[in-house]
């Protein structure tokens, strides 16, 4: 179980395989993997100037230094618990990253894939709703932060009233 | 003293990250410390830390704006987040 807030890049299969290193007895292995896109601008911005692409040139990533992982280390642990999976970790890039970059790691090992898949999906939700992680689009056009969309609240929401 | 953090736009907005206050007074919330701090900063600051998103945290733990502060605290604003 662990959290890394870092700036450097990770290797997945390096990541990958340490999980089955620590983890001799489980079945099932989810990983995720989120990926800077190559523009991030958001549809009412995108529309007032049909005409502009968007120009984003990189992300600039913020956190909350030690908030940030123990929210993380929360949400781990209610994972584990939730779906009985053996083990999971995150990793979440901030500072500078441009387009096609990797962002962020979330891998989970368990008996069997059904659980593991529902914990990776849970923690990526809980993730996205709750770490003090900020992002910043920067363009030629100037640069601006990122909020919260309705549809990463939606998703985080959902595992609230499904009780299982 | 207490230290005050602002992220993301709103450390754009206060022109800062990071202030120290006074904490002489006692009973005091994290709201009555919003007041006091934006006094002496940008007024954009107060339009973006009062506008209804912000959420707050006190020593790292998610608290609220009525939460009590005190002397050797750190109190954060945290906008709407990004990650992921």
């Not at chain 1, 999976?85 to 096609?100: E, F, N, T």
């Not at chain 2, 339009?47 to 020593?59: C, K, W, Y």
Request: include cysteine.
């Amino acid at each position: 179980m662990s959290v890394i807030i870092q700036n450097q890049d990770f290797d997945v299969g390096l990541e990958y395989q340490r999980l089955c290193d620590a983890n001799p007895k489980a079945g099932a292995v989810v990983f995720f993997v989120g990926l800077v896109r190559d523009f991030y601008s958001e549809p009412e911005q995108a529309s007032e100037d049909s005409d502009s692409s968007p120009n984003i040139d990189y992300l600039e990533l913020e956190h909350y230094a030690g908030m940030t992982e123990s929210l993380c280390q929360e949400t781990i642990t209610q994972a584990i618990a939730r779906f009985g999976v053996a083990d999971a970790r995150v990793i979440h890039r901030v500072g500078k990253l441009s387009a096609r970059a990797q962002i962020v790691f979330v891998a989970v090992a368990g008996q069997h894939r059904s659980e593991a898949f529902q914990a990776a999906e849970f923690i990526m939700d809980y993730l996205k709703s709750t770490a003090t992680i900020w992002k910043k689009e920067v363009g030629s056009n100037g640069a601006h932060w990122l909020g919260m969309k309705d549809k990463d609240a939606q998703a985080a929401k959902r595992w609230k009233s499904s009780e299982r | 003293m207490i230290t005050v953090l602002f992220f993301a736009q709103l450390s754009e907005s206060a022109g800062l990250r990071e202030v120290r206050l006074d904490a002489s007074e006692t009973q005091m919330s994290v709201r009555d410390l919003a007041d006091k701090v934006v006094v002496e900063l940008p007024k954009q600051l107060a339009l973006d830390l009062f506008d209804g998103t912000v959420l707050v945290a006190v020593n790292k733990k998610r608290a609220d704006w009525d939460t009590r502060v005190h002397a050797g605290d750190e109190v954060a604003f945290l906008p709407p987040v990004s990650g992921g």
